[in-house]
């Protein structure tokens, strides 16, 4: 069934140079890029992106991390779109968990620093992009 996902190239990935990178793989996948944006994202949004985490250790530092440059938002279409990306950028550690092959397993070394993000289920999906693409819904 085709569906949407929100992608995120973290300011990490932007400032390495990374964000055709990232791009390039989600469009060799075959999954479409149906909208694009380079922003900084604003506290109030990125406290909204990760309002599940509220209340952890790595909660402030995540805030600061995410508001502290540029990054990419994508909204991202295809069959399995959003377990399709979850699978191309592998586990949240990069070294423990993603698999040599995807983006965070090839690309990165620390959980903080992992390059990208994608809406682990259809909800989230629905929820960040109305978040980061206002415009569309
Ligand atoms: P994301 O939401 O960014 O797509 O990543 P995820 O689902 O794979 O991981 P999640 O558990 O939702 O965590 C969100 C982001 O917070 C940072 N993090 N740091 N230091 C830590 O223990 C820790 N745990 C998570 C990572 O940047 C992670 O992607
Ligand atoms: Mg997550």
Not at 33 to 52: C, F, G, N, S, W
Not at 83 to 103: M, N, W, Y
Request: proline letters at 6%; zero cysteines.
């Amino acid at each position: 069934m085709s569906e949407r996902t929100l992608v995120l190239v973290k300011p990490d990935g932007v400032a390495r140079g990374l964000t055709g990178e990232v791009l390039g793989r989600i469009e060799r996948k075959g999954l479409r890029i149906v909208a694009l944006k380079m922003l900084l994202a604003p506290r109030d949004t990125a406290e909204q992106h990760y309002a599940e985490h509220e209340g952890k250790g790595f909660y402030p530092g995540l805030l600061d991390f995410i508001t502290s440059g540029p990054l990419v938002a994508a909204v991202v279409e295809g069959e399995r779109a959003i377990p399709a990306f979850r699978q191309l950028a592998g586990g949240t550690d990069p070294v423990e968990k993603a698999a040599t092959g995807s983006i965070r397993g090839d690309l990165a070394l620390e959980t903080q620093l992992n390059i990208v993000h994608g809406s682990d289920a259809p909800e989230s999906a629905v929820r960040e992009i109305a978040l980061w693409f206002p415009e569309l819904v």
